[in-house]
């Protein structure tokens, strides 16, 4: 745990239990508003809220990003959403959430302008980093499993590995393996679980 990560006050909280509330919130607010924090509720208490990937798309539309999650009560909690910065990181997921937005025409200049430089084509080519091909063919059905499944599935999970960057080798290397571990088995995978 972070010293201070948790001394992070909660201000504005704002309770959009359907996207185009969140939406409605965010094309009035995204140019005035330096945070809100979203609030969601357990899935146990039946109270109705935007699912996470309705609000990070709404995020992406407008220019935010998602960011710390706290504790709001016992049936809730909040989530700190503010401007995105300019060049700030935008993960391979988040950029194929981008083209679905594009496609869409939900995209507004405002979510285009702290990240035009990384949003690239859907059909720009897959670049594997060559330590990371390498693992992959040592083994031919992980290669040929993983050549098997969609441009898009391939895109995401090597962006997953690469977004690790230099200094994160250990955990792109784990995300490697477990890649391969899947891969092997013809699997395809969402997140990668906290044990296994």
């Keep these: 745990m972070r010293k201070g990560l948790y001394l992070v006050e909660i201000t504005e909280v704002f309770y959009p239990n359907l996207r185009q509330e969140w939406r409605n919130w965010l094309q009035t607010h995204h140019q005035k508003k330096p945070e809100v924090w979203v609030r969601t509720f357990r899935k146990a208490t ?41 060049k700030s990181f935008l993960s391979e997921l988040n950029r194929q959430r981008v083209w679905k937005l594009q496609r869409l025409s939900l995209m507004t200049a405002a979510g285009l302008a702290p990240i035009e430089d990384q949003i690239g084509s859907p059909n720009d080519p897959l670049e594997i980093p060559a330590w990371v091909e390498e693992q992959l063919q040592e083994d031919p059905l992980v290669w040929e499993n993983f050549r098997q499944f969609s441009h898009f599935y391939q895109r995401l999970k090597v962006g997953w590995i690469k977004e690790c960057g230099p200094r994160r080798q250990e955990e792109a290397q784990k995300r490697l393996n477990y890649l391969i571990k899947m891969t092997r088995q013809g699997k395809q995978y969402g997140t990668i679980p906290l044990e296994d």
């Design 46 to 86: 039946g109270k109705p809220s935007i699912s996470y990937d309705d609000l990070v798309e709404e995020c992406l539309c407008f220019g935010w990003i998602d960011g710390l999650v706290k504790k709001y009560d016992e049936e809730s909690r909040v989530q700190r959403i503010t401007p995105r910065r300019k």
